[in-house]
C-alpha cells in the first residue's frame, strides 16, 4: 500500500474536503494505484539533478509601482454569494 | 455552400469583397447550433445578442476598410476563458453562475479585432480529463460517430469547430487538451510555445503548463489566429518578451532542407495499427515535400505520464484552494461556521476527478512526501526537457501520433483513472518542456474515426510547425473536411 486510509483522510483534511465513506473507499485505492504508478520515477537517479519548476527562468517581474484602476466595489460584489452592499458576508469567524 | 462552413481565411475574403455580411456569416453559425447542438452538445452557453451587436460592429469596421484579419469571424471560446459579463463556468458546478467582470487577454485581444464570440463551449471540469465526460453540464459528442467522445479536456472547442457550429475556437492545453481533441474531431489544434500566449484571465490549473491555443478547421486558419492572440502581455508575467513573427508567411510550398525526427519511443508499445499508418503516410508526404527525416531518441518518454500526474495535480491543489465559497462563485449556505462553509463548498462543489487531483496534489507537497513525489517530478522534468534539447540538435521538429489509438466510446474508462490518465503519453512532454505542438489531421480509421498527426517544434519554432503542418495537409487534402451531420 502507498497511501493508508487515514492518509486519505488526513490530505482530504488538508485539502478542506468532506469525503463520503464511499468516496474514502473508493479514492483510497484509486490513489493507491495512481502513486503505485508514479513510484516508477524512483527507477531513476536524480542526485544532483535541478529541478524545472518553470520552463523558462523568468526571474521577479517587476513593474513600475503606478497608480491604476481598480475594480469598483459594486462589481465586485456582483458576484458575492452573500453580500451587505459593502463587503462580502461569510460565517461569524470569532 | 452554406456560411458556416467556409473556413476563416474564406470568409475573409467573402467578407472584405462583400459578398457575405458579419451578421449574414453570424446568423449562419447561430443556426447551425440551433439545428445541430441538441445533438453535439457543445455549448453551455450561446450568446447570440452579443453575437450579433459584435457581428454590426463588424461589419461597419470592415465597411471603413479595416484590415483586421479576424473581423467578423464567429468564434466559441473553451469556458475557462474569463468573458467580461457572460458565465464562465469552466465546466464546473462551483462556478455555475460566475460572470467574470473582466476578459481574458486573448478574448479582449479577439474582441478589438473585431471578431465575434457566438459562446461558451464545453469541457472537462477545470480542464482536468481526456473526454470531456467530467463537465459538469453537457458532455460534447465527437461529431464524426455517435457515441464516441470528442476528447477533452477542450472537447466543446473541437467539436464546434468539426461541426461547423462556428468558423473557429479558442481552447487550453495542459497536458493535450488542444491537441487531443482536435485529433479526435479531425480538426486542427495548436498548442504554442509557454508564455507565446498570454494567460491573463484563462482559469488556472496548472500554471506552469497551461496555454492557449486556437483549435480550427485547417492550418491557414491556425496561423491567421495565432496572428491574433500571440505576444507578451504585462499581465501575464510569465509571458514572454520574443519576436512575433507573421505566423500566415510560414504557408509556402515545400520543405526542402527541413529535418524531421521520428523519436522511436512514440511508436512503441499501445500504438494502434491504424494511427502508426496514418502518422507513416504523414512522414512520406513530408519526404516528398523534400524533408528530410532522422530517427531520434526521447529516452524519457515512459516517465512523462508519472512526472505530469505529479506536477499538474500539484499545482491544481494550490490553484483551487481559491474556491471556498466567500467572494464568488458557489457557496453551501447551510454551514454555520467558516470551516464547515469551506468545507461543504468544495466537496458539493467539485466534481470526482478535480477532487481526485486536488488530493494527489495536495499528498504529493504535504510534508514528509515533497521530496519523495513533487521534488522528483521536478528533477525529472529536467531530463524529459533535456531530452528534447537534444533531439533539436539533430532535426527542427518531430513527427508522432497525437494519442495511441482513435475516440472511443463514453464510459470507457470509467472507474480507471489512471487507464485514461495513460491514454494521454504522446502529449504530455510538449507540456512539461513547454514547447509547441501541433495536430493536424491525418487520415480516418476504418471505423470512420479521425486520426492526428502531431508535430512537436522547439520552443518558439511555431512558424516551423506551420509551414510543416500546411504541407502535410496539401498532401493529404483534409483542409476543412467535415463530417456531415
Not at chain 2, 504585462?234 to 509571458?239: A, E, L, P
Not at chain 2, 522511436?264 to 508499445?269: D, I, L, M, N
Request: aromatic share 8%; hydrophobic share 35%.
Amino acid at each position: 500500500m502507498k497511501i493508508t486510509r487515514k492518509e486519505v483522510e488526513h490530505v482530504a483534511n488538508l485539502a478542506r474536503l468532506n469525503l463520503t465513506e464511499e468516496e474514502l473507499i473508493r479514492m483510497t485505492g484509486q490513489l493507491d494505484s495512481i502513486l503505485s504508478y508514479v513510484a516508477k520515477l524512483d527507477e531513476l537517479d536524480t542526485t544532483d539533478v535541478v529541478p524545472t519548476t518553470h520552463v523558462f527562468s523568468i526571474n521577479n517581474a517587476f513593474r513600475e509601482d503606478e497608480m491604476q484602476e481598480s475594480l469598483p466595489r459594486d462589481e465586485a460584489l456582483l458576484n458575492a454569494p452573500r453580500d451587505n452592499g459593502e463587503s462580502f458576508v461569510v460565517p461569524k469567524i470569532i | 455552400m452554406n456560411p458556416f462552413e467556409l473556413t476563416i481565411g474564406q470568409a475573409r475574403t467573402e467578407l472584405d469583397n462583400g459578398n457575405i455580411s458579419s451578421r449574414e456569416l453570424t446568423i449562419s453559425c447561430l443556426d447551425r447550433i440551433k439545428s445541430v447542438d441538441k445533438d453535439i452538445c457543445s455549448f453551455i452557453s450561446v450568446t447570440e445578442g452579443e453575437a450579433l451587436k459584435q457581428a454590426d460592429a463588424a461589419d461597419k469596421q470592415i465597411a471603413a476598410g479595416t484590415t483586421d484579419p479576424l473581423c467578423g469571424i464567429p468564434f466559441s471560446m473553451k469556458d475557462l476563458l474569463c468573458t467580461k459579463g457572460v458565465k464562465t463556468t469552466c465546466g464546473s458546478k462551483i462556478l455555475e453562475n460566475f460572470v467574470p467582470p473582466y476578459d481574458a487577454t486573448v478574448v479582449e485581444k479577439l474582441k478589438n479585432q473585431g471578431a465575434v464570440i457566438v459562446g461558451k463551449v464545453a469541457m472537462d471540469e477545470f480542464a482536468m480529463g481526456s473526454t470531456s465526460e467530467n463537465c459538469a453540464f453537457n458532455v460534447p459528442r465527437n461529431p464524426w460517430k455517435n457515441g464516441y467522445v470528442a476528447g477533452g479536456s477542450s472537447g466543446g472547442s473541437a467539436s464546434s469547430v468539426a461541426a461547423m457550429e462556428c468558423l473557429g475556437s479558442l481552447g487550453s492545453d495542459t497536458g493535450g487538451s488542444i491537441r487531443q481533441p482536435a485529433s479526435l474531431c479531425g480538426v486542427v489544434g495548436m498548442k504554442p510555445t509557454y508564455g507565446r500566449v498570454s494567460r491573463y484571465g484563462l482559469v488556472a490549473f496548472a500554471s506552469s503548463l497551461d496555454q492557449v491555443g486556437p483549435l480550427t478547421r485547417d492550418v491557414t486558419d491556425s496561423a491567421m489566429m495565432m496572428n491574433g492572440i500571440a505576444g507578451y502581455d504585462k499581465r501575464d508575467s510569465t509571458s514572454v518578451k520574443q519576436a512575433l513573427p507573421d505566423f500566415t508567411a510560414s504557408l509556402t510550398k515545400g520543405l526542402a532542407g527541413m529535418k524531421i525526427g521520428i523519436p522511436k519511443e512514440y511508436f512503441g508499445e499501445g500504438l494502434d495499427g491504424e494511427v502508426a499508418e496514418v502518422v507513416e503516410n504523414g512522414i512520406q508526404i513530408l519526404r516528398d515535400s523534400g524533408a528530410e527525416t532522422v530517427e531520434v531518441s526521447l529516452p524519457h518518454t515512459d516517465y512523462c505520464v508519472a512526472v505530469y500526474y505529479l506536477i499538474a495535480s500539484a499545482e491544481a491543489s494550490s490553484n483551487l484552494a481559491r474556491y471556498d465559497g466567500a467572494v464568488y462563485g458557489y457557496r453551501d449556505q447551510n454551514a454555520e461556521s467558516l470551516a464547515d462553509m469551506y468545507r461543504e463548498t468544495r466537496s458539493k462543489g467539485f466534481g470526482d476527478e478535480v477532487k481526485r487531483r486536488i488530493l494527489i496534489g495536495t499528498y504529493a507537497l504535504s510534508s514528509g512526501y515533497y521530496d519523495a513525489y513533487y521534488k522528483k517530478a521536478s528533477q525529472v522534468r529536467t531530463l524529459i526537457l533535456n531530452d528534447f534539447r537534444k533531439a533539436y540538435e539533430s532535426c527542427d521538429l518531430l513527427i508522432s501520433p497525437v494519442t495511441p489509438t482513435p475516440a472511443w466510446k463514453y464510459g470507457a474508462h470509467a472507474g480507471d483513472p489512471l487507464a485514461l490518465y495513460l491514454s494521454d503519453i504522446l502529449t504530455i512532454s510538449a507540456n512539461l518542456a513547454g514547447i509547441p505542438g501541433i495536430s493536424v489531421p491525418g487520415g480516418f480509421s476504418s471505423a470512420g474515426l479521425p486520426i492526428g498527426i502531431q508535430l512537436q517544434g522547439p520552443h518558439f519554432r511555431e512558424d516551423t510547425l506551420l509551414k510543416a503542418a500546411f504541407n502535410l495537409e496539401l498532401g493529404t487534402g483534409l483542409a476543412n473536411k467535415c463530417p456531415e451531420i
